[in-house]
């Protein structure tokens, strides 16, 4: 198991590496100059010149690429172009709202994904099943940045049930979180079903029934327990998803988290930060995939790590 | 345009009180209340050395302030923290006298050391200021810029309420360079006890100051209860949320939860919005000093061929192109705006003609047309445009491919000269200041068409570069000899025909019910989207 770990580990910094070097690299050759946009369009050439030199711009890429990797030793993730600010500052700021709005998104998608898929796997078959199934691709398949318009729309303007958009307050995470949560809701719903459907076939359910427990007392004590348990394992690959998700759903909420740092730092080609944030969603994708790999065994002690 | 300051080289000698009186005090404003403004954006920075967009501008403008300052919702200079000045025989030296008893943000008097340490900040190097370039005509600008010298030779403190600033040549604008946000007065103090960070802590001499910031959510402006022109800002705070996409700005606006969109009212709901008698009553309307244009590379063959060029003006249906963004402009005829001073009200521009263009075509042994590019701004309407754009060359057997990209690669293919046609949108000029000036020098001037420049032309005609020096050597900005030189040189460009100027903007802000102030004020040409220092609330 020690093994196991220190083996992921070194795996996971090797990943790491690999994902700064490749942004790093294609930044680098971006055809767009990040001096021109500190500099301005009044600056003149020598401006340009002198902001380059400081920035240290000028230098060959493995230049520029070691001193941002000595940052990084020292837990230095550099300083924005244009914000003039400590991207570890900025990025601080902004992701306990990530967080925050990724618990939700979680939450959502496995009531409704595992709700859904529980009704459907009982009613196997019927035309429940089949619209729900149909559903769940519809949620799969959806933007997100329409789906987030159209609760907006819906719940927060005409019905005013939830506030348009902000941060800080529970009414306020519950629409961006269903946003986020309908598209895993989708996956997780058809996993649940196939899960239940199989667990419902094996032989201590029949036992069960055989015991004369009644159907909710089966399915609930020992159906679902047993269905559930693969399914959790997902939640840690999930975490990747939700880092392409909150990139839209926090700007269509106005979601003051990474991802909505991350599109503006895109629009105004601020390296430091879109590397930083490059580097916190790949940490977070990292660990949550050693977690899945870790938990499962613990679920299905059929499975051992090595 | 409206009134100008006259005659600059006469001395202000205004014998104002230690707070001064403010001549545009409303009589109906009530003072009190907040509104709150949203933005799609996170505010970069309020350091008014490095702001440089068209959001934190007018944020900026409210905190700090300058030398020189705008009569509000207007382009007429007037004096800020300086009183009054005189200008020397020679046009070569202003001597500011400072109003006394103004005061920081952080409770210390302003004095005339201040106003030395602001300017020689802005212009070092290791300031990093976008506008820097500004200050190139005070003497000892390039010593300071290169890091030669620390600070401008040219600046200098006579005693704590004077200074004196000495040019190395006469500069027209420079009262208007004093009025610009690079120009304003910070306390050093302040700078240094920020470590950097002056732009998330800033402190100005303005009417309001900075009393909350969460990054990502919002800033919270609150009246500065000392400010030095008496009975202003009416308003008690000022809240910036930021992060709000402008179609849910609009819906906010719609329930009465944000006074003004700051980004303005979407494309999509555009007619919408102004098809409904109650919300259209809402929105004011003016003009920007603003042109939307096509660059034509005139190193690029064929068009570096003049007639090619002139054809290209001619086949461009510009009243087709108003229409797309639902009438949000008026059609352009010469780089400057309308409202601009120096404007050309009587000359005519290249019109519509697609015969006469074929002709001038066919004159330059083009008659089969040929192939080229078409660079443009990847977000609507921009790509749209260029689609226009496509269509109308087309006609004339142009074949014009679309090369749609993120802003930062248009502007680096332009500043490189590898783009043979640009067209500007999301990119446009908008003046700095308003003055014919500032659509010369980078944009149309031999300066600008180096390796990087913004004259995406590459367009350099050192005759014209000759009148253009000469038109910002007079004392006054306003001289009528000068703006008559200017608009002369905007023709002479358009008779080279390196642009195809497309559309002015107009600008619509829509506001809450409850706010107050003079129309202009929404629509201030200076302070985007609205002057915050003079608007009110009604309730």
């Not at chain 2, 002015?504 to 506001?511: G, H, Q």
């Amino acid at each position: 198991m020690v093994a196991y770990l220190i083996r992921r580990l070194v795996a996971a910094f090797l990943i790491l590496l690999g994902v700064a070097a490749i942004t790093f690299f294609l930044l680098y050759v971006l055809p767009a100059d990040p001096v021109r946009q500190i500099a301005g369009r009044s600056a003149t050439a020598q401006t340009v010149e002198n902001i380059r030199h400081q920035l240290g711009l000028d230098q060959p890429f493995l230049v520029q690429f070691g001193r941002y990797l000595a940052g990084l030793t020292q837990g230095d993730l550099g300083h924005s172009y244009l914000q003039k600010t400590d991207v570890g500052t900025l990025i601080g700021a902004r992701l306990p709202a990530s967080l925050l709005l990724m618990a939700g998104g979680i939450f959502c998608e496995l009531v409704i994904g595992l709700t859904l898929g529980v009704i459907a796997a009982l009613r196997r078959g019927s035309a429940l099943d089949q619209g729900l199934m149909v559903g769940s691709f519809v949620a799969v398949s959806a933007p997100q940045f329409v789906v987030g318009l159209l609760l907006l729309y819906i719940f927060a303007v005409k019905l005013d049930w939830f506030p348009i958009s902000g941060y800080g307050s529970f009414s306020n995470l519950v629409l961006p979180s269903v946003t986020l949560g309908i598209l895993g809701s989708g996956w997780y719903s058809r996993m649940m079903r196939s899960s239940m459907i199989d667990v419902l076939r094996a032989d201590y359910i029949r036992t069960a029934r055989a015991k004369g427990l009644g159907r909710a007392r089966v399915v609930l004590r020992h159906a679902l327990p047993n269905a559930i348990l693969p399914i959790i394992a997902m939640i840690g690959i999930d975490i990747g998803i939700f880092m392409g998700g909150i990139v839209v759903v926090e700007s269509v909420f106005g979601w003051p988290g990474i991802g909505q740092l991350a599109w503006q730092a895109i629009q105004r080609v601020d390296i430091p930060i879109i590397m930083g944030v490059t580097l916190v969603s790949a940490t977070a994708i990292v660990l949550g995939n050693l977690l899945a790999d870790l938990i499962t065994p613990f679920i299905d002690p059929r499975i051992r790590l090595r | 345009m409206k009134k100008w300051l006259a005659g600059t080289a006469i001395a202000l000698t205004l014998a104002l009180p230690a707070v001064a009186q403010d001549d545009t005090l409303d009589p109906n404003a009530r003072p009190g209340g907040g509104i709150i403004i949203t933005y799609k954006d996170d505010v970069a920075t309020l350091d008014p050395a490095i702001g440089y967009d068209w959001q934190n501008w007018s944020m900026i403008k409210s905190l700090f302030d300058g030398l020189m300052d705008y009569a509000p919702g207007t382009t007429e200079l007037r004096p800020g923290l300086a009183e009054s000045y005189d200008l020397s025989e020679d046009g070569l030296t202003y001597t500011f006298h400072l109003r006394q008893g103004v005061k920081f943000h952080n409770g210390r008097e302003m004095t005339a050391d201040d106003v030395k340490y602001s300017l020689d900040r802005v212009t070092d190097p290791a300031t990093q200021s976008p506008g820097a370039g500004f200050f190139g005509s005070i003497l000892g600008y390039d010593a300071a810029a290169d890091g030669s010298a620390k600070g401008l030779e040219g600046v200098k403190v006579i005693d704590p309420a004077t200074v004196q600033i000495t040019l190395s040549r006469p500069d027209a604008t420079f009262l208007h360079v004093m009025a610009l946000n690079f120009a304003s007065v910070v306390p050093q103090e302040a700078v240094d006890a920020a470590g950097g960070d002056f732009g998330k802590q800033p402190v100005g001499t303005g009417a309001f100051k900075l009393a909350d910031w969460t990054i990502g959510q919002k800033l919270v402006f609150e009246k500065n209860a000392d400010y030095w022109r008496e009975g202003i800002p009416y308003l008690d705070t000022v809240t910036f949320e930021v992060g709000q996409e402008p179609i849910v700005a609009l819906l906010r606006l719609q329930k009465g939860e944000v006074d003004v969109p700051g980004d303005g009212i979407p494309p999509a709901k555009f007619t919408e919005v102004m098809g409904d008698p109650a919300q259209a009553a809402r929105v004011v309307e003016g003009g920007q000093l603003h042109t939307g244009y096509i660059t034509l590379n005139v190193t690029t063959p064929p068009l570096d061929k003049l007639e090619v060029r002139q054809a290209i003006n001619m086949a461009i249906n510009k009243d087709r192109i108003v229409q797309i963004i639902n009438g949000r402009a008026k059609p352009a005829n010469q780089p400057l705006p309308p409202s601009m001073p120096g404007y050309s009200t009587d000359y005519k521009g290249y019109a519509y003609d697609v015969e006469g263009a074929k002709k001038l075509l066919a004159d330059a042994g083009l008659a089969d047309g040929f192939e080229t590019e078409l660079y443009v701004m990847n977000t609507d309407p921009n790509p749209r445009i260029a689609q226009a754009i496509q269509q109308d060359l087309s006609e004339i057997g142009i074949k014009a491919s679309i090369k749609s990209l993120a802003q930062a690669n248009v502007i680096e293919a332009g500043g490189a000269g590898t783009a043979p046609m640009i067209w500007s949108g999301g990119m446009a000029w908008i003046a700095d200041f308003p003055d014919p000036s500032n659509f010369y020098g980078p944009i149309l001037g031999c300066a600008g068409a180096v390796e990087g420049g913004w004259n995406w032309s590459k367009y350099c005609n050192e005759a014209v570069d000759a009148d253009a020096v000469k038109a910002d050597s007079f004392n006054d900005p306003a001289d009528p000899a000068r703006l008559a030189l200017w608009s002369e040189v905007y023709q002479k460009v358009m008779e080279d025909a390196p642009w195809v100027p497309v559309f002015n903007e107009e600008r619509y802000t829509m506001k809450s019910e409850r706010m107050g102030g003079a129309d202009n004020l929404y629509v201030d040409p200076v302070s985007i989207p609205v002057n915050y220092d003079y608007v009110y609330v009604t309730e």
